[in-house]
C-alpha cells in the first residue's frame, strides 16, 4: 500500500513525499529520488536511495489526468522493485564480514521477470475486483430489470470483495507487520509535512491513516468506476462482450479521474468537502494500517531522511551548475 507523492504542489511550502510498506521496511519516493529502508536479520538497518527513472518524470508529470496514469505506472513498478529488493534483504544472513551474498538486493530478480510478475498481478487484479463481479451480478440481472440498479449492485460487489481481501490478508502474521510498516510510512509523511523533527516522539504524535494513500486510491477507483461503467453500459448495451471491455479498457481513465480526487482531497483535507472525499479511503485504512512499534518508526525515518537528504543534494548541485552558468 502506498501515499502517492506529488512533487509540485502550490499550498504546501514544501514536496509533498509518499511512499509504501515493504518488507519488513519503508520505501519513500521524493522529488527526484526515492530511498527504500529495511530493518536486516542482524537488527541493522539497510538504506539505499536512487534517482526516480525519467521515464516517470518530467513535464508529463504535470498535466492533469495524465499524470495519474503516469504515477500509476511508477507506483507498480517502483512498488514491485522495491517489494522484491526488500524480501532480499529482510531474509539475507550476514557473513562474516558483515555484509550479506548479494546483501542489496539489487540483483535479486531480473526487470523481464518483475515486468511479468506485475503484468500477472494487474492481470489478476482486473479479473477479481473488476470482471468477477460484472459476472456475478450478471446471473441475477433478469431478477432486477434495471441497468443502473445493477451497476449499483456490481459496485457493492467489488467494494465488498475489496474490503474483504484487505480484512482478510491481515489475519496474516507476516501482512500485519507490513500494515504496521504501512503506518509508520504515513506517520513520518505526515511528521514531515508538519514541519517537526524527525524523531520517534514526533511520529508517534501522528496517525496511521494518510488521505493520499494507495489504500484511499483504491476505494476512490471503486467507487468512480460505478459512474463510469454505468454511463458505458447506457451507451454500449448489455451485451457480455461489450460489458466486460468496459471494465477493461477505461482502466486507466478510471485511475486517473480517482487520481485527481486524492490528489485534491489532500490538498484540502481541512475542508468540509476535502474530508467527504477522503472519508472512504481513512475509512478503510483502519484496516491497512496498524500501530508501529519504535523498530518500525526508526526504518521509517531513515527512509524519509534519506529520501529527503538525497533531493537536497540534488537540489544543492542543480543551484551550483546554474551558477556557474551564468
Not at 531474509?91 to 500477472?120: F, H, K, R, Y
Not at 514541519?195 to 516522539?201: I, P
Request: charged content about 15%; proline content about 5%.
Amino acid at each position: 500500500m502506498s501515499s502517492h507523492s506529488q512533487a509540485e504542489h502550490a499550498e504546501s511550502p514544501r514536496p509533498l513525499y509518499g511512499g509504501q510498506a515493504v518488507i519488513e521496511g519503508v520505501m519513500i519516493r521524493g522529488v527526484r529520488h526515492y530511498s527504500l529502508a529495511v530493518r536486516r536479520p542482524d537488527g541493522g538497518i539497510f538504506c539505499a536511495t536512487e534517482p526516480v527513472s525519467s521515464r516517470f518524470s518530467g513535464r508529463l508529470r504535470r498535466i492533469p489526468l495524465l499524470r495519474g496514469v503516469l504515477i500509476l505506472a511508477e507506483t507498480l513498478w517502483l512498488g514491485m522493485k522495491s517489494l522484491q529488493r526488500s524480501a532480499v534483504i529482510a531474509a539475507e544472513e550476514p557473513n562474516a564480514d558483515g555484509d550479506g551474498n548479494g546483501a542489496d538486493g539489487s540483483s535479486a530478480v531480473s526487470n523481464w521477470t518483475m515486468g511479468l510478475t506485475m503484468l500477472i498481478a494487474v492481470a489478476l487484479g482486473i479479473g477479481i475486483f473488476l470482471v468477477l463481479p460484472l459476472l456475478a451480478v450478471r446471473l441475477i440481472e433478469p431478477f432486477i430489470g434495471s441497468l443502473l440498479v445493477s451497476n449499483l449492485i456490481e459496485g457493492v460487489i467489488r467494494l465488498a470483495i475489496l474490503v474483504a481481501y484487505v480484512a482478510g490478508i491481515s489475519l496474516m502474521r507476516d501482512i500485519r507487520r507490513v500494515y504496521a510498516y504501512h503506518g509508520a510510512e504515513h506517520m513520518a509523511v505526515h511528521t514531515y509535512e508538519a514541519g517537526q523533527a524527525l524523531t520517534v516522539d514526533n511520529v508517534r504524535q501522528h496517525p496511521t491513516p494518510h488521505p493520499r494513500c494507495g489504500t484511499a486510491f483504491l476505494i476512490t477507483v471503486a467507487i468512480v468506476s460505478v459512474v463510469a461503467f454505468a454511463i458505458l453500459d447506457a451507451l454500449l448495451g448489455s451485451e457480455l462482450y461489450w460489458r466486460v471491455l468496459s471494465r477493461i479498457v477505461p482502466i486507466p481513465v478510471v485511475a486517473a479521474v480517482s487520481y485527481e480526487i486524492i490528489r485534491f482531497a489532500g490538498a484540502h483535507r481541512t475542508a468540509w468537502f476535502g474530508k467527504i472525499l477522503s472519508a472512504p479511503g481513512l475509512w478503510l485504512q483502519r484496516i491497512t494500517t496498524r500501530q508501529p512499534d519504535a523498530d518500525q518508526i526508526e526504518v521509517a525515518i531513515a527512509a524519509m531522511v534519506a529520501a529527503v537528504a538525497a533531493d537536497e543534494e540534488a537540489d544543492r548541485e542543480i543551484a551550483t551548475s546554474l551558477r556557474s552558468s551564468q
